[in-house]
């Protein structure tokens, strides 16, 4: 067995930096007032062509096959509209990123449900530790009714539950498509998906915050290829380079978890986004619980 730093450290570690400004883009870009919906619009199609280059144009997808890409682009693309407008409600970053990692306690359920595992007093422990640091970072515990950010919660928890679809769906891709095969099919269906929920959405709600559209400008612009190219097409492409011989799958899972911690440093260097100690407190339960459900899982 492969011991000690590895390629495939170093690459996961610079996806982790690559990913952990996803948040950071999207608070510049709602205070420039790009909206959620349009965010992850572009960032979607001005990725598309960069996976296209890095799957050297083997273009593959087989008609049996479209049902499933277009339920998991859907799925995806509900994922990053639900994950980015959590921001657009005001949440802090510490918050939203932490609420979005509870992914593992979903997976954990889904896996227990589809009977692909089962549930051990472990993993029932890990998420009690998990589910106690969600009411701490969420303010339910500590701050009058009130005072609390019921849409930036709620669309940050969603984000948690439709990543673990996700990842549940992506689980379930044919052996004969490789990875960034699978990841262009997923794109390229979740531009439509995405069109198709930015309409429904319309017809209920008015903030153009989340489903407006605007012709960016040169500043606009240039956020918007950032966010596609740097936290997006580089961070997927460099995934599929890390080799499982050399990481671990549980290995890989906690190393993961280094993205919400440069989130909440970026969100306090960059933007001077601070929350209360109790909350920080319920930010260190939540992902030490999703290390301990990964380490679990994989063991």
């Not at 948040?23 to 996976?51: E, H, M, N, Y």
């Not at 997923?186 to 309409?199: E, K, N």
């Not at 906690?254 to 601070?274: G, K």
């Amino acid at each position: 067995m492969q011991v000690g730093f590895t390629k495939s450290h170093a690459i996961l570690i610079l996806v982790c930096f690559c990913f952990s400004f996803i948040l950071v883009f999207s608070t510049l870009l709602k205070d420039a007032g790009v909206s959620s919906l349009q965010q992850v619009f572009f960032r979607i199609t001005l990725a598309l062509p960069v996976i296209f280059a890095l799957i050297r144009g083997r273009f593959k997808l087989k008609r049996e096959d479209v049902q499933y890409f277009a339920l998991v682009g859907l799925i995806f693309s509900c994922f990053l509209f639900s994950a980015l407008s959590s921001i657009v409600f005001g949440c802090p970053i510490a918050v939203t990123t932490s609420l979005i990692y509870t992914q593992p306690f979903f997976t954990a359920i889904l896996a227990t449900v589809s009977g692909k595992e089962r549930m051990t007093l472990r993993k029932i422990a890990a998420m009690t530790m998990g589910v106690v640091g969600v009411f701490l970072v969420s303010g339910v515990l500590t701050e009058p009714l009130p005072n609390l950010n019921i849409g930036g919660l709620g669309f940050a928890l969603l984000g948690g539950f439709l990543y673990s679809l996700y990842l549940y769906g992506k689980r379930m891709r044919k052996a004969y498509y490789t990875p960034l095969q699978g990841l262009f099919n997923t794109f390229l269906f979740a531009v439509p998906s995405l069109l198709l929920l930015g309409m429904v959405l319309s017809f209920f709600a008015r903030n153009a915050g989340l489903i407006g559209f605007i012709l960016p400008d040169s500043y606009q612009l240039a956020l918007l290829v950032l966010f596609a190219l740097f936290s997006t097409a580089l961070p997927y492409g460099l995934l599929n380079y890390v080799k499982p011989s050399e990481v671990p799958p549980t290995t890989e899972g906690i190393i993961l978890l280094l993205d919400p911690l440069l989130h909440n440093l970026w969100a306090v260097l960059i933007l001077q986004q601070y929350i209360s100690p109790i909350r920080y407190l319920g930010v260190g339960l939540i992902l030490l619980s999703a290390a301990a459900i990964l380490k679990t899982k994989n063991n």
